[in-house]
């Protein structure tokens, strides 16, 4: 038995608004669905789950229509589908009167349903969003019914307005593995027993690292799970450290270089850290055009020549300021406090 377990795919989403590449990121997202739909036709597997979210809104009749196709075009596969908190179903949702293809069995309650595998011994429950927010814990206490086999849940959710579950108490409960949905992180909560598959592909600037989605097989009857990055880009973090030294155009090679290695395709947000020196006025508008970059923070410290300023500014309230702190050792803590204090008092007097 194998299955692929997807979740927060999110079709419709278009990330990064304003910025060049949203519109490619909105095709993007499409893409990659289809091509993890092209890889279970070239290798099938059992069962498809999709644990919530495939849609970032109510979907469109076209949207429906479009993916029923895709998953026709995989016949062996059973596709096992829930609504998320994004897809939800609303009163007026398409998923209420949409007819999917033979293949696919979507949870139509907001209860916990059971249902059993026509062809294998396998038990799959899930529960579809008829809300935005579902803030209690539905899933406490549960327990698979009887029956020998594997027993599969699909859940949405994990933080406190979306059924607020504990992961260990869930898979204390007898389940077999447990695919979830909500958290774009992907990451293995019990070995081989439960996890998020995080979002296929990268929704916004804090869906940082790699994505994909988790593959599951039995080997010797024993379940084996493991995560399989397939997004097409990643959002990363390049962390630029200045020194008194730092000048305009050794930061851009620098970065130049970091972009390079990191995938030129990826998205990035640059902070910049260390000392920067007074005299250095940088052009974040420089940095910005050497790759995807979403933002530049600034969370790098002035660094002052004492003495030059105290000789300057004399017995005025900057060079007074400064002797409190000179006049004998510092500790670290005021060590910030002179330089913070200096960047208010000569910002403010320039
Ligand atoms: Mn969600």
């Not at 490619?24 to 070239?42: K, L, N, Q, S, Y």
């Not at 099938?44 to 026709?72: M, N, S």
């Not at 979002?199 to 600037?205: K, Q, V, Y």
Request: charged share 30%; net charge negative.
């Amino acid at each position: 038995m194998r299955f692929i377990h997807l979740a927060d795919i999110h079709l419709g989403a278009a990330p990064d608004k304003g910025l060049p590449w949203c519109a490619r990121r909105e095709e993007e997202i499409w893409e990659t669905f289809r091509r993890v739909i092209a890889g279970i036709r070239e290798d099938p597997v059992d069962f498809l789950f999709i644990a919530g979210d495939l849609f970032h809104r109510q979907p469109l009749l076209g949207e429906l229509k479009e993916v029923a196709y895709l998953f026709q075009t995989i016949p062996d596969t059973r596709v096992y589908l829930i609504a998320g908190n994004h897809d939800y179903m609303r009163k007026d949702s398409r998923y209420h009167t949409f007819e999917w293809p033979e293949n696919v069995i979507f949870f139509y309650e907001e209860e916990l349903t059971c249902v059993r595998d026509p062809e294998l011994d396998v038990y799959v429950y899930g529960f579809s969003y008829h809300h935005q927010e579902i803030p209690e814990n539905v899933l406490a206490g549960i327990v698979p019914e009887e029956g020998e086999g594997l027993h599969i849940l699909l859940a949405h959710g994990g933080d406190e307005g979306h059924v607020p579950f504990n992961v260990k108490a869930l898979a204390s409960a007898g389940f077999d593995y447990i695919a979830l949905g909500h958290i774009h992180k992907p990451q293995i909560l019990l070995r081989d027993r439960a996890a998020f598959s995080g979002a296929l592909e990268p929704i916004d600037r804090n869906d940082l690292g790699e994505h994909g989605y988790m593959e599951g097989h039995t080997e010797d009857g024993r379940l084996r799970v493991r995560f399989v990055p397939y997004a097409c880009r990643a959002y990363e973090q390049i962390l630029l450290e200045l020194d008194e030294n730092s000048t305009q155009g050794g930061i851009e090679d620098d970065l130049r270089e970091q972009i390079k290695e990191n995938g030129p395709d990826n998205i990035y947000r640059i902070v910049l850290t260390g000392n920067r020196p007074p005299e250095l006025v940088l052009i974040p508008e420089r940095l910005k055009a050497l790759g995807n970059v979403t933002e530049i923070e600034d969370a790098s410290r002035l660094l002052y020549d004492i003495e030059y300023l105290k000789k300057q500014y004399g017995n005025t309230l900057v060079g007074d300021y400064i002797r409190c702190f000179t006049d004998r050792e510092c500790t670290p803590v005021e060590e910030k406090a002179l330089y913070y204090g200096l960047q208010a008092l000569l910002e403010t007097s320039r």
